[in-house]
């Protein structure tokens, strides 16, 4: 299984970016996409975490009603809108092979990308 995290930049506050997680060699069925960040000198956060089947979905609080995931074939979109400077971190996409569990239980990571929102 591999994940490869692209759609990093700069950005300003309240500007948008998209993320893509492209997957492969994963069996979509009774798997999750999740993406995280982590902050310089912070704990890995999650993000938001979609489930494979029937693409129900999670969020944390800090970042519900400014992102969105969503998927289409093999690839896991994160669209980020009302970028804030605290949500400047490097973002990683991670599987696991149930229904969104908590970090760390994902199997699989991918390299991460950084998103840095600017003031």
């Known amino acids: 299984v591999q994940l490869q995290a692209s759609g990093g930049g700069l950005v300003q506050a309240g500007g948008s970016l998209r993320l893509s997680c492209a997957v492969s060699?994963?069996?979509?069925?009774?798997?999750?996409i999740a993406w995280f960040r982590q902050a310089p000198g912070k704990e890995r956060e999650g993000v938001a975490c979609i489930v494979s089947d029937n693409d129900d979905t999670v969020y944390s609080d800090s970042v519900k009603g400014r992102f969105t995931i969503s998927s289409d074939k093999n690839t896991v979109y994160l669209q980020m809108n009302s970028l804030k400077p605290e949500d400047t971190a490097v973002y990683y996409c991670?599987?696991?092979?149930?229904?969104?569990?908590?970090?760390?239980?994902?199997?699989?990571w991918g390299p991460g990308t950084q998103v840095t929102v600017s003031s």
């Open positions: 060699g994963l069996t979509f069925g009774n798997s999750a």
């Open positions: 991670a599987a696991a092979l149930e229904y969104c569990p908590a970090y760390p239980t994902y199997e699989y």
